[in-house]
């Protein structure tokens, strides 16, 4: 079975010596009191609750799955799932980063997302249950009306009740506006809503007292399309005005998927019967609304990829370092031995690199944004919220997809690394490999990432978000180019950037005319954007290192940065070199085959 040893010290050397978070976090009254201690302290024991409890559970979730009772219309989650939860909930997890007007510890997001990847690489199936709670929690908690957030909120808070997001129906997955659950207004202001549901993550389970579904549905006279679409809270048990448990509502499970991975999350099809809700944000603006939940979950997705991808990392280590094959190129390395371990290989060097450049700088990517998350609510300046928010709207497109993307890769060069007996299931990397797949599917597939990102995030404010974000960068180049230490990490990113203002302004001047020339780029623009923000966040851990080395401990630690820095450099980042000249190629040779000659 993968082993998992939560990276508390690469998550230390990001959070204290990489982005000074504590000092960041002074700007920040809600925040100000916090302390590096206490950060760590939060992280050790998170990580121990993710390798002590829930990495046990990860292949019994996976051998066993969900069961359902038909007659009941109850799903029994795998053995040790429930007992977790209640582990989880006792130790006031989900509580961290809430706000502390309902219970809340009102802790950074920042320390949140650390958590979270904990998680994810522990066990992502069991992950799910609580991550669309959070999701739940900050859109009742942005658009919830008082009375919701009195008789939802504090339950949420503690996790005895747990949330999910119910968008997709059979005939409408990618394309709202195609949804047909009706929601009816009645008498009393609340709603009476009936559908089908397909696809629910945490749908159904036997871990806490209540589920909180926040619907998508449509009003009697809405329009037609995505402007015609309204969210509710509908709760699997109704609550009364005191808040406790009222009766069984009309929200049901009706089956559970048999699918490729995750099978340890409850992935159900619900029937909604005349069920009892009561409508969130305004009238046929629910998807303002649900965006709130889209973007963390978005945000959560991507720490799945990065939750993976270090796992199958570490995974693929432990074995390079004692798997027996061959020898190497060079003369033996182990020469009393039979054989040298296969991490003297170049290209399983290859595999562990790009693993290991990866998760390292995504960390810190993912970090940052937690960071500029908390900016984004908690800064008092009104002007450092905007900037903040304008980044994160950037990355999130780019973290759920490019991490999502690496994370599968990342798998699968495990289960590479492990040759033939990562095909093998009593060794688990295979299951990392099916877990993965669906992170690029699920909360928008990552085609529809790429879309967002060029049709809605760089026109966003007439291009100045996108700027915010290449301004940034281009003044870190700035600042640092003359430092000797640093250019060969700073003129590689100034050439990065250089080629995707470059796409971007091919993008100006041709998409305009023909649309298609933005849906073709899409998926390449983001790859080269994604490597050109992680060839800055390992400039920027170029800086630490050196810092580190120059304080004199733990040298082994910082000239591993540095090296891996530099095989990312090397060996990476000259793929936005190609993806340049893929989006300049612009659309013609996608589109010129008519669909019957596929
Ligand atoms: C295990 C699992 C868990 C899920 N959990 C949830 C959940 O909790 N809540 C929920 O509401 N949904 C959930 N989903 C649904 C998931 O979000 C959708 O499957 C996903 O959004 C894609 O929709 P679709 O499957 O209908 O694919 P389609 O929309 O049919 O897309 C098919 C393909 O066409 C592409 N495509 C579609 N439209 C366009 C376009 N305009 N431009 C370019 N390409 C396009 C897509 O990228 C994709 O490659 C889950 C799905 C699974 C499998």
Known sequence: MPSYTPPLRDMRFVLHEVLDVVGALKR?????????????????????????????????????????????????????????YAKYVEGGWPALSCDPAFGGQGLPHVVNQCLFEMLNSANQAWTMYPGLS??????????GTDEQKRLYLAKLTSGHWTGTMCLTEPQCGTDLGLLRTKAEPQADGSYRLTGNKIFISAGE??????????????????????????????????????????????????????????????????????????LVGEPNKGLAAMFVMMNAARLGVGMQGLGIAE???????????????????????????????????????????????FTEAARALALWVGMLIDEAHRHPDKDKREAADDLIQMLTPIIKAYFTDMGSECANLAVQTYGGHGFIRENGVEQLVRDARITQLYEGTNGIQALDLVGRKLPMKGGAAAQRLLGLMAGFVAQHKADDKLKEFVEPLEKALGRVQD????????????????????????????????????????????????????????????????????????????????????????????????
């Open 28 to 84: 920040l009254p809600a925040h100000a009191e916090v302390d590096a201690e206490t950060i760590d302290a939060v992280l050790e024991e998170g990580g121990k609750f993710a390798s002590e409890v829930l990495a046990p559970l990860n292949a019994i979730g996976d051998a066993e799955g969900c069961v359902l009772d038909k007659a009941t219309h109850e799903v029994k989650t795998a053995t040790g799932f429930k007992e977790a």
């Open 134 to 143: 959070h999701g739940a929690y900050e859109c009742l908690h942005a658009y």
């Open 205 to 278: 389970h036997d871990m806490a007292e209540n589920i909180v579904h926040l619907v998508l549905a449509r009003l009697p006279d809405a329009p037609t399309g995505s402007k015609g679409i309204s969210l509710f809270v509908v709760p699997k048990w109704n609550v009364k005005a005191d808040g406790s448990l009222g009766e069984r509502n009309g929200i049901w499970c009706g089956g559970l998927e048999h699918k490729m991975g995750i099978h340890g999350n409850a992935t159900a099809q619900i029937v909604l019967e005349n069920a009892e809700g009561t």
């Open 311 to 357: 796992v199958a990392r570490q995974s693929a280590v432990a074995y390079a370092q004692d798997r027996i094959q061959g020898r190497s190129l060079t003369g033996p390395k182990n020469p009393n031995g039979p054989a040298d371990p296969i991490i003297v290989h170049p290209d399983v060097r290859r595999m562990l690199l790009t693993q290991k450049s």
């Open 503 to 598: 796409a971007a302004l091919f993008l100006m001047q041709n998409a305009m005319k023909n649309p298609d020339e933005a849906g073709a780029a899409a998926t390449d623009l983001l790859r080269l954007m994604a490597l050109t923000a992680m060839a800055y966040m390992w400039a920027r851990i170029a800086i630490a290192a050196h810092k580190g080395l120059a304080a004199g401990n733990d040298n082994a630690f910082y000239e591993a940065k540095l090296a891996t820095a530099r095989f990312f450099t090397a060996r990476v980042l000259p793929q936005t070199t190609s993806l340049n000249h893929q989006i300049k190629a612009g659309a013609a040779t996608l589109m010129a085959l008519p669909a019957e000659a596929f």
